[in-house]
């Protein structure tokens, strides 16, 4: 059985989605935020909660701090909205900034 999270422990039982319904979210909120050109998911379900790390890479003339809470925010809110999961803390690793060439000589 894949991993799973509980959801809701409510009296007519158990509510829970799996990693993947997770990474799938995550995704799909992701692709809200212009200039991100690749992100990789980690989710671990530990005792503390849901820990979700996004390591991703963005244009070179994107603002790292302001798209990084950006990114935040809206995996945030559907993860709520739409997977019934509170992430008090998602960390965003900004990896590469996706500059391919070398700057030209001067």
């Known amino acids: 059985e894949p991993e799973a999270i509980i959801v809701d422990d409510g009296s007519l039982g158990q509510i829970v989605i ?16 212009k200039g991100i050109k690749e992100v990789k998911p980690v989710i671990k379900n530990g005792p503390e909660g849901l820990r979700v790390s996004l390591r991703v890479m963005i244009n070179p003339e994107q603002s ?3 798209m990084s809470q950006e ?3 809206v995996v945030s809110q559907h993860l ?3 997977g ?11 990896d590469d900034l996706g500059t391919t060439g070398k700057l030209a000589s001067t």
């Open 18 to 33: 799996t990693i993947e319904a997770v990474r799938v979210i995550i995704m799909k909120a992701i692709r809200q935020v």
């Open 84 to 94: 019934g999961l509170d992430v008090p803390n998602i960390k965003v690793i900004v």
């Open 80 to 82: 709520k909205d739409i």
């Open 71 to 73: 990114i935040q925010t």
């Open 64 to 66: 790292v701090p302001e």
